[in-house]
């Protein structure tokens, strides 16, 4: 089928459930309020193409939940949820059976069961009786689909979002491997459920530990970084925050800014709309290194982030006050210890070498939410794959807090 073509069960006129390419992803994904960059529409149209997994990985509130509900919005399918936690089981993900309805039953029809077993001359052969009835206690009727089964099993079209799927264990990660090769969930008593109509899975990762080469094999990869400058504005602007327009792309350069600092958790792009909308309901006219001090407990989450941007925020919101020396080694942020700083003379244009030399890929990386290791003194200089070293970022990388 081309992506052009009605899915089985789509009527004409209907909100077509696939997109017809990358421009109507993108628009499409737009009048949702989603806003995409060229890599991001591409992505969303090749996955409704090739009705293939899509794995979203990124740092924390870069809209990679945001994303699976906008294409559930964008495409009229029904959004279905799992969401991943340490110690989950597939009862919570694929199905249980129903004990308390098959124990209603049984009390039920009591008297029928006990015809059931009545002349059988023995123990052993009553329980041979009531085995063979297993298959009526153990079908569909008593079986509960939990999101994966439920997917599967849906009439109408569906996105399954499997979200941080890196918290789930190893174990649960297993299981979802056939759902995502197959598109189908076995059910030793009753057998195996087929979809009917393919399923847009999405699945999430915040990168606290590894995912397997299995899972990652049978998706489409999309690394979600901070988006630029430009985007981060218009996704500003789109959210209606109050905050005037020339105020809010001053704002944005100040969190981009804050992104550079080695920060434990960097703002993400939900940490900027609060702050935009904390300042418009302060009645903000101009920013400054004060008003923004008073407000940073919206975008830091660490007490040691708090101090470290406070004392940046002169030079970020006004980055001429940059002083020649922080190019040095004495600079001036007042944090000691030896880091790379991202300056172009010393490891090219935003000091990937550095970086590189120090992110170390890491299972249950205490860091996950993301410590950017670029230096703290160039604030102008936050490139686009910030939030991949962030997102990287291991635990040689932390600081003593
Ligand atoms: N491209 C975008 N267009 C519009 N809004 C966006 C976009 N990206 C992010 N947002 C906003 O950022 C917020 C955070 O996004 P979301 O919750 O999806 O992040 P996340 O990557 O899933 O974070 P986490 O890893 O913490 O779950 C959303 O509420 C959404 O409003
Ligand atoms: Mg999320």
Redesign the pocket.
Known sequence: MTDTEATPGETAGATPTTFAGVEDARQRLREV????DDR?ATTAFLQSALGKPLLLE??????????AQSVAAATGRRLLRLQCYEGQDETKALYEWDYGKQLLYTQMLRDKIGQVVEDAPDIASAVDRIAAQDSVFFSERFLVARPLLEAITSEDPVVLLI??VDRADEALEAVFLELLAEFQVSVPEVGTFVAEQTPLVVL?S?NTRDLSAALKRRCLHLF?DY?DAE?ELE?IR??DTGLADALAAQLVGVVRGLRGLELRKAP???ET?DWARTLAVLGVTELSAPVLAETLNVVTKYERDLGLATRELPRLVDPNRTVPEDRGQGHGHGHGHSHGHGHDDADGPDGRDVRAGKDQPGRHDEAYYGSPSAGAAEPKRVAPGQGQRSFRGGGAKRRPV
């Open positions: 309020g989603y806003l995409t991001l990124g740092p924390a509130g870069v809209g990679k939940t945001q994303l979200d941080e999430t915040n979600l988006p985007r996704i789109s959210k993400s792009i939900s709309i």
